[in-house]
């Protein structure tokens, strides 16, 4: 499905609800999802990583204390003991590789390591405390959130099973290691109640992150995305030592289009040509909506790749209309703000040369 299509079915949702988010609610809500539309980076990579983390380690540190405290250092099962001691060594293992271990340099896919690795703090947690009876079943909630929000579909595929797993199985063994017959039967409704939760407030952030990350009329990511991926695939760039391309588009006599056929058209012909753009991409491609009929375009690869490409759209333009570009290259360790200001200049210096062309700014 494309940004296009996602974007429609989330407008029709909020519109067939009746729901009208204000704009601050919406930023709210996205700047908690910043990683959530990266395709790249994952929610450990780039600015926002401790926000992001924060929850993880606060209710670490709180369900650690909350096993400790009632039971001490004089409980005389040392199991017990022993068992808490394995859940906070986990815990800070989790905590601290997400802080500390370079992320950028490492597949994405590699941070699920992190929610399952909390999952089974939290077991060990629940273990030590009698399994079913011991009250931490409710932590299974955050790293599932998490992966629901920026992980891809298959993780949190793979998680929800493995939740209710960890949350069936000491149910199953109950009479086996216990002896007795009454099951404790407090975690199944638990475990149903957190399933609907879930599937609630993740369907609403998602929809908000959305609502407040992608352009409305063109369903592209807006201005606020593109500086993010901006950020993210110049910190990248410097791990990996590879440059990628920036690119400026802007669709010619744009005002003098609207004023001749209307708004309407206006519109369509910004629809039209995101529509034709985005087929004309990669899909690891970013293509953003961040001005009036301005968009901006991040890929892989040197300027002159970048600049082969920008070509190729504007060889799209719909409507027997014209767009001029500016293209360069972001270096390893470059501001990504000054790069960015380059391929502006470019874009600049191809209108003053007459436009329906694309021009270079060397790095």
Same mark, same amino acid.
């Given at each position: ?86 859940? #906070?060594?986990?815990? $800070?293992? /989790?905590? +601290?590789? %997400? !802080? ?7 597949? *994405? =896919? ?90 609630? #407030?993740?369907?609403? $952030?998602? /929809?908000? +992150?959305? %609502? !407040? ?7 592209? *990511? =807006? ?101 001029? !570009? ?38």
């Amino acid at each position: 499905m494309t940004e296009r299509a996602r974007f429609d079915k989330i407008r029709s949702g909020l519109r067939g609800s009746g729901y009208r988010l204000t704009e601050s609610m919406a930023r709210a809500f996205a700047r908690v999802g910043d990683a959530a539309l990266s395709r790249d980076g994952g929610p450990l990579r780039g600015d926002g990583r401790w926000v992001r983390l924060l929850p993880f380690v606060m209710i670490a540190l709180l369900a650690t204390v909350l096993a400790l405290v009632p039971s001490g250092l004089n409980d005389a099962e040392s199991a017990h003991v022993s068992t808490v001691v394995s859940a #906070v060594i986990v815990f $800070l293992a /989790v905590c +601290v590789s %997400a !802080a500390l271990f370079p992320w950028d340099r490492w597949p *994405p =896919n590699l941070q699920v390591l992190i929610p399952f690795g909390y999952m089974l703090a939290v077991a060990l947690l629940r273990h030590a405390q009698g399994s079913a009876d011991g009250g931490y079943t409710v932590l299974y909630i955050l790293p599932v959130v998490w992966l629901a929000l920026y992980g891809p579909q298959w993780q949190l595929a793979v998680a929800l099973p493995l939740v209710a797993g960890l949350i069936l199985l000491p149910l199953v063994l109950y009479e086996p290691i216990t002896g007795e017959t009454h099951y404790p039967t407090d975690d199944v409704a638990l475990l149903f109640v957190m399933v609907l939760i879930i599937l609630f #407030v993740v369907g609403a $952030l998602r /929809v908000a +992150v959305n %609502a !407040a990350s992608l352009d409305v009329l063109t369903g592209l *990511p =807006n201005r606020r995305v593109f500086m993010a991926r901006l950020r993210g695939m110049s910190a990248e760039t410097t791990a990996r030592d590879r440059p990628f391309g920036i690119a400026i588009l802007d669709l010619d006599y744009f005002k003098r289009y609207n004023d001749t056929h209307g708004h309407d058209a206006g519109d369509r012909l910004l629809q039209a040509a995101s529509l034709e753009w985005q087929e004309a991409i990669r899909q690891r491609d970013v293509l953003a909506r961040i001005g009036g009929e301005e968009f901006g375009l991040l890929m892989r690869g040197s300027a002159a790749e970048c600049r082969a490409v920008a070509e190729r759209l504007l060889a799209a333009v719909p409507h027997g209309q014209t767009a001029t !570009a500016g293209v360069t290259e972001c270096r390893p360790g470059e501001d990504p703000a000054d790069a960015l200001r380059r391929a502006d200049r470019a874009l600049y210096a191809a209108k003053e040369a007459g436009r329906g062309r694309v021009m270079e700014a060397a790095a």
